[in-house]
Nanobody
Framework: VQLQASGGGLVQAGGSLRLSCAAS????????LGWFRQNPGKERAFVGA???????RYVDSVKGRFTISRDNAKKTAYLQMNSLEPEDTAVYYC???????????????WGQGTQVTVSS
Protein backbone atom coordinates (compact mmCIF):
# COMPACT_ATOMS: atom_id res chain seq x y z
CA VAL A 1 0.00 0.00 0.00
CA GLN A 2 1.29 3.44 -0.90
CA LEU A 3 -0.07 6.40 1.00
CA GLN A 4 -0.08 10.11 0.27
CA ALA A 5 -1.18 12.66 2.83
CA SER A 6 -2.39 16.11 1.86
CA GLY A 7 -4.43 19.02 3.13
CA GLY A 8 -2.08 20.64 5.58
CA GLY A 9 -1.62 24.36 5.82
CA LEU A 10 -1.66 27.42 8.02
CA VAL A 11 -4.76 28.12 10.09
CA GLN A 12 -5.62 30.36 12.99
CA ALA A 13 -6.40 28.94 16.39
CA GLY A 14 -10.00 27.82 16.53
CA GLY A 15 -10.04 27.02 12.84
CA SER A 16 -10.41 23.75 10.99
CA LEU A 17 -8.52 21.67 8.48
CA ARG A 18 -9.21 18.37 6.83
CA LEU A 19 -6.32 16.11 5.96
CA SER A 20 -6.64 13.37 3.39
CA CYS A 21 -4.70 10.16 3.04
CA ALA A 22 -5.01 8.65 -0.42
CA ALA A 23 -3.97 5.04 -0.86
CA SER A 24 -3.04 2.89 -3.79
CA UNK A 25 -3.40 -0.86 -3.84
CA UNK A 26 -6.30 -3.22 -3.92
CA UNK A 27 -6.54 -4.11 -0.26
CA UNK A 28 -7.08 -0.66 1.25
CA UNK A 29 -10.27 -1.78 2.96
CA UNK A 30 -8.40 -4.48 4.89
CA UNK A 31 -6.11 -2.02 6.65
CA UNK A 32 -6.47 0.16 9.67
CA LEU A 33 -5.41 3.73 8.97
CA GLY A 34 -3.63 5.73 11.59
CA TRP A 35 -2.69 9.38 11.93
CA PHE A 36 0.43 10.50 13.73
CA ARG A 37 2.14 13.83 14.21
CA GLN A 38 5.67 14.92 14.86
CA ASN A 39 7.55 18.06 15.77
CA PRO A 40 11.30 18.58 15.35
CA GLY A 41 13.28 16.78 18.00
CA LYS A 42 10.28 14.86 19.25
CA GLU A 43 9.00 11.37 18.69
CA ARG A 44 6.18 10.70 16.31
CA ALA A 45 2.98 10.67 18.34
CA PHE A 46 -0.29 8.86 17.84
CA VAL A 47 -3.30 11.03 17.01
CA GLY A 48 -5.95 8.50 16.10
CA ALA A 49 -6.83 5.56 13.91
CA UNK A 50 -9.74 3.90 12.16
CA UNK A 51 -10.17 0.19 11.59
CA UNK A 52 -11.61 -1.53 8.58
CA UNK A 53 -14.93 -1.76 10.45
CA UNK A 54 -14.97 1.96 11.10
CA UNK A 55 -13.94 1.61 14.72
CA UNK A 56 -12.00 4.67 15.80
CA ARG A 57 -9.53 5.44 18.53
CA TYR A 58 -8.07 8.80 19.54
CA VAL A 59 -5.48 10.23 21.83
CA ASP A 60 -7.15 12.09 24.69
CA SER A 61 -5.88 15.51 23.62
CA VAL A 62 -7.87 15.45 20.37
CA LYS A 63 -11.05 13.71 21.48
CA GLY A 64 -14.07 15.82 20.62
CA ARG A 65 -12.06 17.96 18.21
CA PHE A 66 -10.70 15.54 15.62
CA THR A 67 -12.63 12.96 13.64
CA ILE A 68 -11.22 10.20 11.47
CA SER A 69 -13.25 8.69 8.67
CA ARG A 70 -12.61 6.59 5.62
CA ASP A 71 -14.10 6.05 2.20
CA ASN A 72 -13.05 2.61 1.03
CA ALA A 73 -14.45 3.17 -2.45
CA LYS A 74 -12.16 6.18 -2.85
CA LYS A 75 -9.31 4.48 -0.96
CA THR A 76 -9.02 7.57 1.17
CA ALA A 77 -8.98 8.30 4.86
CA TYR A 78 -9.63 11.68 6.40
CA LEU A 79 -8.66 13.54 9.52
CA GLN A 80 -11.10 16.35 10.23
CA MET A 81 -9.53 18.74 12.71
CA ASN A 82 -11.70 21.33 14.41
CA SER A 83 -11.02 23.83 17.17
CA LEU A 84 -7.35 23.72 16.32
CA GLU A 85 -4.86 24.88 18.90
CA PRO A 86 -1.25 26.05 18.48
CA GLU A 87 -0.23 22.82 20.23
CA ASP A 88 -1.61 20.90 17.25
CA THR A 89 1.14 22.32 15.06
CA ALA A 90 3.15 19.43 13.63
CA VAL A 91 3.87 17.39 10.57
CA TYR A 92 1.03 14.91 10.23
CA TYR A 93 1.52 11.44 8.82
CA CYS A 94 -0.89 8.72 7.82
CA UNK A 95 0.00 5.07 8.08
CA UNK A 96 -1.52 1.65 7.44
CA UNK A 97 -1.57 -1.31 9.77
CA UNK A 98 -3.29 -4.66 10.05
CA UNK A 99 -5.14 -3.46 13.15
CA UNK A 100 -5.90 -0.28 15.05
CA UNK A 101 -2.90 0.56 17.18
CA UNK A 102 -1.33 3.58 18.83
CA UNK A 103 2.18 2.23 18.33
CA UNK A 104 4.26 3.37 15.37
CA UNK A 105 5.96 -0.03 15.14
CA UNK A 106 2.62 -1.64 14.26
CA UNK A 107 2.32 0.43 11.09
CA UNK A 108 4.04 -1.01 8.07
CA UNK A 109 3.20 1.61 5.46
CA TRP A 110 3.67 5.34 5.83
CA GLY A 111 2.83 8.33 3.74
CA GLN A 112 4.89 11.49 3.53
CA GLY A 113 3.98 14.12 6.04
CA THR A 114 1.90 17.21 5.60
CA GLN A 115 2.60 20.31 7.67
CA VAL A 116 -0.11 21.76 9.86
CA THR A 117 0.62 25.11 11.46
CA VAL A 118 -1.82 26.71 13.88
CA SER A 119 -1.19 30.34 14.70
CA SER A 120 -2.30 31.93 17.96
Amino acid sequence: VQLQASGGGLVQAGGSLRLSCAASGRTFSNYALGWFRQNPGKERAFVGAIGWTGLTRYVDSVKGRFTISRDNAKKTAYLQMNSLEPEDTAVYYCAASSAVSSTTDEYRYWGQGTQVTVSS
